[in-house]
């Protein structure tokens, strides 16, 4: 595949607007699927379920097999649009997307066209300096997940080199929410930067509202990012690309960034854009052309004749508005308040992602300064490293019962990292790799003073130094007692002793 050529960013916005949208999808966690009674690969209780377990003759698209409404995910739904800030329609309808989804059996999705429950809202992000942006959204509406299929053969785990294919039909039928946001103007060089704000307070929304995982890893989360340009002092809008299916917040972003690119540079060579979706590729961070990009018409929607249109009752709305959580904005402020930050660290954990993250940590039981530097700190640099979001290589509880060992004095901050590695490794709980590492601090007074001896033997004169006042002497005795205890002893408990052993002497 040919390289894209790009042009410089700040190059390309003195020559274009960048005008964006967003079509993020939210997997629904209720127990069963969104129009079948099979269970949900989306619900915590079934992740990780073999292939083609999880399945019923409506997800199958087997003849005779009528579909009908998950309540629980009406309900859901009706909260993510007030969440949103949008109106609930009286009365809404299913419409059949006739499109061929080789992993959706009855080659046609049931979605919501023009009569979608949720309309007309709008939800406000926070950059990284605080400037409050508003998202303008058009509709949140109901649909199903089509299947997953896996590509075998080849060297890259994608369908270009593959021998065949395997279809999972688990995920068919998986209740979806699609927002899809109408164009945002004004993005300018924040475009990246807004695309992944945006995506962030779509997950904590959701989090919040406790209807779905919202694992963007899992698939649970998924942003489709629409980009186009326009020359300044244009008023006609550019063709827009549709790049698919990004599963990381930092994706997002890069994502816009390059679109941005690719497309101004095409324009400045006179070339036009392909109105078309785009696949992301993580490993190099460059999009490459999907299919050309349907417009409604040639979907072929029409009214789902074997569903009634969904007609939630005022009194159910209004019931499911006052058991709304608190808005985005409003649970910052508080738990920033709370966790008593500084509004540098607060933008440090807000903009890495981990919000909810740190949250969870000090629910669990962690003091919010010891979350804060676990997720910012350590699990930020291991997931940079593995190319991987922070979010899924350690739970929250796991954070928090590694921040117990700490604090109890089992682990100094060398052995709590060792821990954390193999934890991340899936070796077991933080306890369970203690355990089978033999990484507990050493709390023997006595091994401790037989290491702090054998030190002082090879440096006789530093109890006398310590004794006439120059007490960072025994830095270097307690720099030869951690090397020989392989770090599994507690410096300031070692710093004491050594004192000790002056005053008596």
């Not at 329609?89 to 080789?102: D, H, L, T």
């Not at 990284?128 to 053969?153: F, N, Q, W, Y």
């Not at 186009?228 to 002092?233: A, V």
Request: glycine share 8%; with cysteine; proline share 5%.
């Amino acid at each position: 595949m040919a390289k894209d050529r790009l042009m410089d960013f700040d190059k390309a916005l003195e020559l274009f607007e960048p005008v964006l949208g967003f079509e993020v999808h939210v997997e629904l966690n209720t127990r069963t699927k969104m129009f079948s009674g099979a269970a949900n690969p989306a619900h915590a209780d079934n992740h990780g379920a073999e292939p083609n377990t999880l399945v019923a003759p409506v997800d199958m698209g087997l003849p005779g097999a009528l579909p009908t409404v998950n309540e629980q995910a009406v309900r859901y739904s009706i909260s993510l649009g007030l969440a949103l800030g949008c109106s609930i329609a009286p009365s809404s309808r299913f419409a059949r997307k006739n499109y061929f989804y080789p992993d959706l059996g009855k080659n046609y999705q049931i979605s919501q066209y023009d009569e979608p429950i949720a309309f007309d809202g709008q939800v406000e992000v926070e950059l990284s300096d605080g400037t409050a942006v508003t998202i303008p959204i058009e509709r949140a509406h109901m649909e199903e997940d089509a299947g997953k299929l896996t590509h075998i053969g080849g060297s890259t785990g994608r369908i270009q080199g593959a021998e065949y294919s395997l279809v999972d039909y688990n995920r068919a039928g998986v209740p979806l929410v699609e927002i899809v946001t109408r164009p945002i103007f004004g993005a300018e060089d924040r475009a990246p930067e807004i695309a992944k704000a945006y995506v962030q307070t779509i997950r904590d929304i959701v989090l919040a509202l406790g209807i779905s995982e919202a694992r963007m890893e899992r698939g649970n989360l998924r942003c489709d990012a629409n980009v186009s340009l326009r020359p300044r002092g244009q008023e006609k809008l550019g063709t827009r690309t549709e790049t698919k299916n990004v599963n990381s917040m930092r994706s997002v972003e890069r994502a816009v960034r390059y679109e941005i690119q690719r497309q101004a540079a095409i324009l400045e060579a006179g070339g036009a854009i392909i109105q078309e979706t785009r696949h992301w590729h993580e490993d190099t961070g460059t999009t490459s052309p999907g299919r050309p990009k349907s417009d409604a018409d040639d979907y072929r929607y029409f009214p789902e004749p074997d569903l009634l249109p969904v007609a939630p009752a005022a009194a159910l709305v209004e019931e499911l508005r006052a058991a709304l959580p608190e808005p985005p904005a409003a649970r910052r402020r508080r738990l920033k308040t709370e966790w008593g930050f500084t509004d540098l660290e607060f933008q440090d954990v807000v903009n890495g992602g981990l919000l909810a993250e740190v949250e969870a940590t000090v629910a669990a039981g962690a003091p919010a300064a010891a979350a804060r530097k676990w997720w910012t700190g350590e699990i930020t640099r291991i997931a940079n490293a593995q190319g991987r979001e922070a979010a899924e290589l350690v739970s929250p509880a796991d954070v928090a019962a590694l921040q117990a060992l700490v604090d109890a004095g089992s682990l100094n901050d060398k052995l709590a990292r060792q821990v954390l590695e193999g934890v991340i490794a899936g070796e077991g709980t933080p306890r369970d790799v203690v355990d089978a590492r033999g990484l507990a601090v050493v709390s023997d007074d006595g091994a401790l003073i037989a290491a702090i001896d054998d030190a002082l033997a090879s440096q006789p004169d530093v109890l006398a130094k310590i004794r006439d006042g120059k007490v960072q002497a025994a830095g270097a005795v307690i720099g030869a007692v951690m090397k020989a205890m392989k770090g599994q002893a507690d410096a300031a408990r070692v710093r004491e002793l050594i004192l000790e052993r002056a005053s008596a002497s």
